[in-house]
């Protein structure tokens, strides 16, 4: 057989290959010819094999088959062979075959051999690949290679034990013997090993840093290294850039951060060092900054002096002012993890960290930003706020969210006067409305709730801001409630913080008018329009028309807002003797645990009031049929109104008020059923239910079957059904979604309604994204009052999104199970 082709050669060959599949076929003629000499137990050439074969690996090509003759390399006599074959060893071997077990014999006898070359050759394979098993059984060869005079293999040895103690932490104790001696060794590459060991040491073991603390008073050895390294003259074989061994210091330096933690003693022996360090490294180059951060984070951790800590601040704050885009960063990075702890060292740098909001590279910007915020505080807040408007002002997109909700809290937590709190947060939603958290809107309208004595000069300033601009949804919801409830005082021109602006009646609703035709507002935005107007129906005189306007709306295509529409008719025909106490001004908001007005619900990932005027009720007692008639009012899809359940026991004469406020939705046209005369209002009204925190519901009823009540277009709705405990007319139905396409759907909104002789309650879904190929479905709860048993129908509504496109569709579902509603 002639002679394989030699590693240069085959490089070569391989380099000239003009395509991947030349290159291909290259690589596959010469594994051919590598297996054929395996398979011919070729000796001669086993070694020249085996290293084209690695070189074969490099290039991402398999060569597991040359596992077993890196094993025959190893148990060669010659060193070259050895040398190949432990490199393949490491390079195609691990733990998890079980072919590496086949060597430990191999590293064993290598672990005792006379050459100090094979030995280290062993003890590499060992650090790099061993088994937890091989790491047992070889443990004690390591520990004696660690005691040996050769610094060549004490350095190999240290590293060796280093694995040995990562698989197999047990054996620590093992090595501790042997560390003893290792800092007094005068090479460097057994001290910088030495501490990469005893590192380690402490890092896994308590007990093991006690003992290095107080037995092995390690703390006075490391500062005597450290310091003769600072000290020390030129030396060519460790100079680095003019600073001797930096990657020695900095190892002594973590070390040392280990050892200090926690404790005075050892904190207090290293402060002097330290300080040494910190004001004789050279800052020039980048060498002489890894040692002075190194530094800085050792300070920072162990218990220093003041003036040390105070030193190490002013370090990072000259690192903020250095060319290199790395050293800003990790000097903003550091200084955001102690401004909590040294405020005052930290806000000396403060001009110097704004400027750093200015800086092109995005990951400085943030860190500088988010350092800005926690800089805040009631001395500099009309400074810093200044600065963050400005920056939030000229940000990338993608920082104009993080910047508004940290100037909200900022605000919130600082604001030196209310007139202050509202102009920066209206600034935000002038500036950044679009980009800002849901919770805004109420936090908002709650802050200016209880600033009584700001409510004519923020609604003349939100009135002013409409007329400006309408494309910032959240600042036009906020303005259209403010106008809603204040736009009396707006028209009266009772403004004393700035000069009042002239305004009648019928602008003010031209303008709110104009929001609802308007492509830019949302449905959200509509609602809040559409309640103003109502609301301004007890405030202006211009009755008729507001009368007209929500009667138009009465037939809208959007669902909640039509329901608003007709509840707001119901309230001129039917309640206009309620209308002025359910209208009037919201009183004082409290702030509840959810860091929001207790009156926002979020629907659908939207914040959006529910009807925020009509859910305090009047503070004088109503009589109980104007209870019914309140609690008929409020039964929305999504408002969950809180009404005294201790009414006092009596049929409900007024049936027809309870259940008869939606009486123009009938979904078939059909004449209205006569209420039954009989059902009572002593049980709590169904939509009180879920304020409770007793189970609510029995098992799924036996008997009543599942039910497919939509499957289209790979969307499939699924009805399982359930009985209320406290009252059987209850029928409790949970919709299950899923999606068989490829795509998730989202922004999965799924409405319902049923004839006026039913009440319906729809309960917050489980998630807002139906996954893809049935992963998962989204489920949501709703709850039906049937107290004349009559057969259930409804109509339903699906709006999603799928692959971009956005989808809607109508079905009726009448197919109930006759179980589901007897």
Known sequence: ???????????????????????????????????????????????????????????????????????????????????????????????????????????????????????????????????????????????????????????????????????????????????????????????????????????????????????????????????????SGYSPEHDVSGISDPFLQVRILRLLRILGKGDDDSSEAMNDILAQVATNTETSKNVGNAILYETVLTIMDIKSESGLRVLAINILGRFLLNNDKNIRYVALT??????????????????????????????????????????????????????????????????????ASGIFLAAEKYAPSKRWHIDTIMRVLTTAGSYVRDDSVPNLIQLITNSVEMHAYTVQR?????????????????????????????????????????????????????????????????????????????????????????????????????????????????????????????PIMEKTAANGPAEIVQTNGETEPSIPDTKHLPSIIQPANQANDLLDLLGGNDVVPVIQTNVNTKPASAGGELLDLLGDLSLTGAPTPTPAPSLPVSQPPFLLDGLTSQSLFNDIAAGIPPMTAYNKNGLKIEFTFERSNPNPNIAVITIHASNSTEADMTDFVFQAAVPKTFQLQLLSPSSNVVPALNQGSVTQVIRILNPQKQQLRMRVKLTYTHKGSPVQDLAEVNNFPPQSWQ
């Not at 490491?90 to 006898?109: A, G, P, S």
């Not at 350092?371 to 997109?397: H, Q, T, W």
């Not at 507002?521 to 009755?543: D, E, H, N, Q, Y």
């Open 1 to 231: 057989m002639p002679a394989p082709i030699r590693l240069r050669e085959l490089i070569r060959t391989i380099r000239t290959a003009r395509t991947q599949a030349e290159e291909r076929e290259m690589i596959q003629k010469e594994c051919a010819a590598i297996r054929s000499s395996f398979r011919e137990e070729d000796n001669t050439y086993r070694c020249r094999n085996v290293a084209k074969l690695l070189y074969m690996h490099m290039l991402g090509y398999p060569a597991h088959f040359g596992q077993l003759e890196c094993l025959k390399l190893i148990a060669s006599q010659k060193f070259t062979d050895k040398r190949i074959g432990y490199l393949g060893a490491m390079l195609l071997l691990d733990e998890r075959q079980d072919v590496h077990l086949l060597m430990t014999n191999c590293i064993k006898n290598d672990l005792n051999h006379s050459t100090q070359y094979v030995q280290g050759l062993a003890l590499c394979t060992l650090g790099c690949m061993g088994s937890s098993e091989m790491c047992r059984d070889l443990a004690g060869e390591v520990e004696k290679l660690l005691k040996t005079s050769n610094s060549y293999l004490r350095k190999k040895a240290a590293l060796c034990a280093v694995h040995v103690i990562r698989k197999v932490p047990e054996l620590m104790e093992m090595f501790l013997p042997a560390t003893k001696n290792l800092l007094s060794e005068k090479n460097h590459g057994v001290l910088h090993t030495s501490v990469v060991l005893l590192t380690e040491m402490c890092e896994r073991s308590l007990d093991m840093l006690t003992h290095f603390r107080k037995n092995e008073k390690l703390v006075p050895q490391l500062v005597r290294i450290l310091k003769n390294l600072i000290m």
């Open 334 to 403: 550091s200084l955001l993890k102690t401004v909590q702890t040294d405020h005052n060292a930290v806000q000396r740098h403060r001009s110097t960290i704004v400027d750093c909001l200015k800086d092109l590279d995005v990951s400085i910007k943030r860190r500088a930003m988010e350092l800005s915020f926690a800089l805040v505080n009631g001395n500099n807040i009309r400074g810093m706020m200044k600065e963050l408007l400005y920056f939030l002002d000229s940000c990338d997109p993608d920082f104009k969210a993080d910047c």
């Open 462 to 586: 939100l009135y002013k801001a409409l007329l400006d601009d309408i494309s910032q949804q959240p600042l036009v919801q906020v303005a259209s409630w403010c106008i809603g409830e204040y736009g009396d005082l707006l028209v009266s021109g009772q403004c004393e913080e700035e000069e009042p602006i002239q305004v009648t009646e019928d602008e003010v609703l031209d303008v709110l008018e104009g929001l609802l035709v308007s492509n830019l507002s949302t449905p959200v935005t509509r609602g809040f329009s559409l309640t103003a107007i109502m609301k301004l129906s007890t405030r202006f005189s211009s009755v008729n028309r507001i009368k007209k306007v929500v009667s138009i709306y009465g037939s809208s295509i959007d669902v909640e807002l039509q329901q608003r529409a007709v509840e707001y008719n119901a309230l001129f025909k039917k309640y206009d003797h309620m209308r002025p106490a359910l209208l009037e001004r919201m």
